[in-house]
């Protein structure tokens, strides 16, 4: 024992070359025979703090905050008792470091606690505090925390102001924000251009446009100079509420005011100008920013690329995509996906999957949305070995497919007919724990009813229910469909009642679908009379209704009424198609009534209906038949100037 007082009688010198911090003694002391108490972790950090040692401060209190069974009490208690008069630099340490870790409540504690012992914070402490608060999305904590800011008389600065206009504003509490204002006003704390920044962005998000601009108008009177910041907020929230005249106007402006546009100005009304499918706008954006010499970026691109794959029209789309490359930038995923999509959509898909070799080559590797949307383009096209090559493909680069890509494949599958295919699909997506939705099942039920097995779709009608998945307005009006092509009318009732029933309306289709079922069943006269049940549920007949009653009436021989639905259907303001004509027409010259048949042919010139090759064939057999050759000949001549070719059979 008599070495340690030997050495206790040296210089500082001789026992060692440098003096050891106040964390590595707190290492010191848990070396010795056990972890360090609170008390001793607390005197080190708060040494550390007055030496300017941030860093090693904070680890320290990072050590105290995790320690298990101390609570923000004991750390608050111990971090006072270790120096005679309150360190603020340790306390603003503290709630940083709470805030740093993601723990604004703790850090609210440890905030208040302070508070109530008088402790002054610093209002770096105070602001990361709240904005901690205002980011977690607790604004009613953050405006408590304001309040004990503004009750303990502690520092505010404008960084306080624009956090809690920011927190209000977030929610669209305006008057709060409006109340946070003229608090700090007070304290002669005064909006600046940030303030006013956050506030045009709300008001724009709640779509208080004139609110917005009186804003801005605002700025000028205070003697605050709208910025680029300002400007971009505008634009954007003038494209977002559909104000495009405003957002030119301001655009212009921001020449004169002496703000040049950068390149997201340029974005904002391009990408908006794009949304709405205004091309010639986008495009006349894109060329002065050019003209400028403002270089566009990804999201310039992206939104032209977009709007031109969008429209179908690929040679532009691959034009600005090379373009893009000429400005060393880099096409992403989305991109390529877009590309992808409207080369899918325009029926190229060798050019689509080209663009995704290419894809792979750069080293941008396809994810879910771009298999999903090559494989929608092959179901499309009927090319079900291809989509099931890259459905392995898929698997292979660990790209899981999800539920759209098992939808997809089902949907592909069942309008081939193949259902069998589709059902082991589903098994398929079942095992990988997929659940299915109400699209998957309306997918499976018409694929089901499309190949007159009713019995099948019945059993997914039953497994949906018990997956707690309910039908929907499309799943009523695939079964009522079903039943009505095969006459089955009263179970389509059940089925209409039921969808009823539960809130669902029923739309045109669905009526239409059980009009049809009465002409199957042969009584158009009762589909006739439903038009009353539609119009009570204030749902008018279309087009396709009354063509599909026309039909009926013709079948069955009533050419009074099929007409008489026809001079309806005017005075309702259903204008007749071609089919309409088409079908009065041949039900006239089939029973040899040419002179109907032919009033009938003009009035549907009058109307503008150009005829078409069915109409002519029917009016030439029926002049055949009645022994009209004269006419009959006018009608052929006159149909091969039109371009129609004749049936072999004239």
């Known amino acids: 024992m008599s070495i340690p007082r030997r050495l206790s009688r040296l210089p500082a010198a001789a026992a ?54 101390a609570s923000r009490l004991d750390i608050v208690t111990s971090l006072l008792a270790s120096s005679p008069t309150p360190q603020p630099q340790v306390f603003d340490l503290l709630i940083r470091t709470y805030t740093q870790s993601r723990k604004p409540r703790e850090a609210f504690e440890a905030f208040r606690l302070l508070l109530d012992r008088r402790v002054p914070v610093p209002a770096a402490a105070s602001n990361a505090l709240l904005a901690a608060l205002s980011r977690a999305g607790w604004p009613h904590l953050a405006a408590d925390a304001y309040r004990l800011v503004l009750s303990s008389d502690s520092e505010v600065n404008s960084y306080t102001l624009n956090i809690m206009v920011h927190s209000h504003c977030k929610a669209l509490q305006f008057d709060k924000a409006d109340a946070v204002i003229s608090e700090m006003e007070k304290l002669c704390v005064f909006p600046d251009v940030v303030t006013h920044n956050v506030m045009v962005d709300a008001r724009f998000r709640a779509g208080d446009v004139e609110a917005a601009m009186a804003v801005v108008d605002s700025m000028v009177g205070k003697g605050i100079k709208p910025g680029i910041l300002t400007y971009n907020a505008v634009l954007k929230g003038l494209c977002r509420n559909g104000r495009w005249d405003k957002a030119r106007e301001v655009f212009r402006a921001m020449d004169e005011c002496g703000v040049a546009p950068d390149v997201r100005s340029f974005n904002m009304l391009i990408g908006g100008f794009c949304r709405v499918g205004e091309v010639d706008e986008a495009m006349k954006f ?57 080369f899918c959509k325009s029926g190229s898909m060798l050019e689509a999957l080209r663009v995704r070799d290419e894809m792979v080559s750069c080293g941008c590797l396809p994810d879910v949305v771009t298999y999903n949307t090559l494989l929608n383009g092959l179901c499309k096209e009927r090319r079900l070995p291809d989509a099931e090559e890259l459905l392995t493909e898929m698997g292979e680069r660990g790209v899981p497919p999800d539920l759209c890509t098992f939808t997809t494949l089902i949907h592909g599958y069942c309008r081939e007919g193949n259902v069998e295919k589709s059902l082991q699909l589903f098994d398929m997506m079942l095992q990988q724990r997929l659940m299915p939705d109400i699209v998957t099942y309306n997918t499976l039920i018409d694929g089901m009813c499309r190949q007159g097995d009713l ?21 009523y009006s695939i079964l009522i469909d079903s039943h009505c092509e095969k006459g089955q009318v009263d179970d389509a009732f059940g089925f209409l009642d039921e969808m009823v029933s539960k809130g669902i309306v029923p739309n045109i289709m669905t009526y239409n679908s ?64 071609n089919v309409t004509y088409n079908m009065i027409i041949n039900g006239y010259c089939v029973h040899g009534n040419m002179q109907e048949a032919e009033w009938v042919y003009k009035k549907m010139g009058a109307r503008g209906i150009v005829p078409d090759r069915y109409t002519y064939m029917s009016m030439i057999n029926g002049h055949v038949v009645a022994g009209n050759s004269k006419e009959s000949f006018q009608l052929h001549d006159e149909m091969l100037q039109k371009g129609f070719a004749p049936d072999d059979k004239f």
């Open 16 to 69: 060692g070359t440098t003096t050891p911090s106040t964390a590595n003694l707190a290492v010191a002391h848990e070396g010795t025979g056990g972890r360090p108490s609170t008390a001793v972790l607390a005197a080190a950090a708060t040494a550390a703090a007055a030496s300017g040692r941030a860093s090693e401060c904070q680890s320290l209190l990072l050590r105290m905050s995790r320690r298990r069974g």
């Open 286 to 342: 894109y060329k002065e920013m050019r003209r400028r010499g403002v270089t566009p970026d990804v999201v310039s691109f992206s939104s032209l690329i977009g709007l031109f794959a969008r429209r179908g029209k690929m040679e532009h789309a691959v034009m600005y995509l090379k373009e893009m490359r000429e400005f060393g930038l880099m096409p992403d995923g989305v991109i390529y996906t877009m590309v992808i999509g409207g």
């Open 514 to 577: 059980i009009i049809k079922g009465y002409c199957r069943s042969g009584n158009v006269s009762k589909g006739q009379q439903f038009l009353q049940t539609m119009r009570h549920a204030k749902v008018l007949p279309d087009l396709i209704t009354y063509n599909t009653l026309i039909h009926g009436y013709v079948k069955e021989e009533k050419m009074h009424e099929a007409f008489n639905l026809l001079n309806i259907m005017e005075s309702e303001k259903v204008q007749p198609d």
């Open 455 to 475: 019995g099948k779709a019945n059993e997914l009608w039953d497994d949906m229910h018990s997956r707690k998945i309910f039908p929907n307005h499309i799943t």
